[in-house]
């Protein structure tokens, strides 16, 4: 069985920095894509960041430039580090891991961590 486990939410100020960490467990293969979505109560869940199995990226306009997404080697773990953080930024994060396999899609959810910033 797939498991995503997020670490790294919790209280900051605005203007700081947090670190998320995804790390898997059960797979036997390498995801494809790999991702950070976020989403605040009432609404619905966004994007936030992507990476492929190549490196390639993709953030969302409301994050570029403050925040980067990486992950190493063929280990099926993903980080999101989190600069100038802004009080809207405050929502659940969620890892997320998608692709195919064998020709079937398939997509796994974290159980996500919450992050506050204060103003």
């Known amino acids: 069985q797939v498991q995503l486990v997020e670490s790294g939410g919790g209280l900051v100020q605005a203007g700081g920095s947090l670190r998320l960490s995804c790390v898997t467990s059960g797979s036997k293969f390498s995801f494809t894509n790999m991702a950070w979505y976020r989403q605040v109560p009432g609404n619905q869940r966004e994007l936030v960041s992507e990476?492929?199995?190549?490196?390639?990226?993709n953030y969302a306009d409301s994050v570029k430039g403050r925040f980067t997404i990486s992950r190493y080697g063929i280990v099926n773990s993903v980080h999101l580090q989190m600069n100038s953080l802004k009080p809207e930024d405050t929502a659940v994060y969620y890892c997320?891991?998608?692709?195919?396999?064998?020709?079937?899609?398939?997509?796994?959810w974290g159980q996500g961590t919450q992050v506050t910033v204060s103003s």
């Open positions: 997320n891991a998608n692709g195919r396999w064998a020709g079937r899609p398939y997509e796994y």
């Open positions: 990476i492929s199995s190549d490196r390639s990226t």
